[in-house]
């Protein structure tokens, strides 16, 4: 499973401005609805029952929050890259500006993990971290995004 798979070009939210984690989930909620067709409000309220289990923010600036809906057909992901960080409760307690949201179908056991895996592997690279807080447009996060690994665990320059 490869980001494109997860991700397409109108799920990418380049310079969002946000001063809390509430308000980007809603946000990010909005962005879902429209790719999926799903309310606004159950995905909403499906990330933040995650997020009442434990934190989504993985550190270094990283957050991948994620849930699992009922009538929804495929894995899908939403990109947000904030201009300035914001508090997440993250488990390194760094504030947060990278933000990949994964919603999944209620039967995708394996493909939601392998997804989650997927996103989790990018964003462990620190010259795609890099690249991507560099990036100014919707257009080149996706790129980056997309980028075929070159190896183990690296984005090709």
């Known amino acids: 499973?490869?980001?494109?798979?997860?991700l397409s070009p109108e799920g990418v939210l380049p310079?969002?401005?946000?001063?809390?984690?509430?308000?980007l989930l809603q946000h990010l909620s909005e962005r879902a609805a429209q790719i999926t067709h799903l309310p606004q409000q159950?995905?909403?309220?499906?990330?933040t029952e995650r997020e009442r289990l434990g934190t989504t923010g993985v550190g270094q600036?990283?957050?991948i929050?994620?849930?699992?809906?009922?009538?929804l057909k495929k894995i899908t992901g939403v990109f947000a890259k904030l201009?300035?960080?914001?508090?997440y409760d993250a488990v390194d307690g760094q504030p947060v500006d990278l933000i990949f949201m994964l919603l999944a179908p209620e039967g995708a056991g394996a493909d939601h993990l392998k997804a989650l895996a997927r996103v989790s592997r990018l964003l462990r690279n620190q010259a795609a971290c890099d690249k991507l807080r560099k990036?100014?447009?919707g257009e080149e996060?996706?790129?980056?995004?997309?980028?075929?690994?070159?190896?183990a665990n690296s984005v090709a320059a």
């Open 42 to 47: 159950r995905i909403l309220e499906t990330l």
């Open 1 to 6: 499973m490869q980001i494109p798979d997860l």
């Open 15 to 23: 310079s969002l401005k946000f001063k809390d984690k509430k308000h």
């Open 65 to 71: 929050p994620h849930g699992r809906l009922t009538d």
């Open 135 to 137: 990036a100014t447009t």
């Open 83 to 87: 201009e300035t960080p914001i508090e």
């Open 141 to 151: 996060l996706y790129a980056i995004l997309t980028e075929p690994p070159t190896g």
């Open 61 to 63: 600036g990283i957050a």
